[in-house]
């Protein structure tokens, strides 16, 4: 049998639900319980992904998908995300980086133009 809790609900609807039930919270409540009652449900979304999180790597442990890029044994023996064939200079990212590069001189120049009209 398959849960089906949460349902699957669009994403902007299910964060505008969040937004109503955090609204709800607020109530009556002075800033001291607001205070308390949020770090509870804080407290409750910490400890359902923590219990994901190791969940998570037990299964990627058996199923042997575990892979640490960063690791020496990683960069010496080569992956499908490491290639020591090549010379080991980043260069074969180089387009990526431009790329980047290039979004954030746009964004740049968008802001100072918001900037600028306001």
Known sequence: MENKFPPNTDPHLFTLIAVAVGYACVGDFNANEQNSIGNWIIMVGQYVLT?????????????NSNININSKKAKAGGSVYTDNDQNKSNQNQRSEVDMLLEAMRKMENKLQEIKDDI
């Not at 219990?51 to 199923?63: D, G, K, N, V």
Request: aromatic share 0%.
């Open 51 to 63: 219990h994901a999180a190791q969940q998570q790597l037990i299964e990627s442990r058996i199923e």
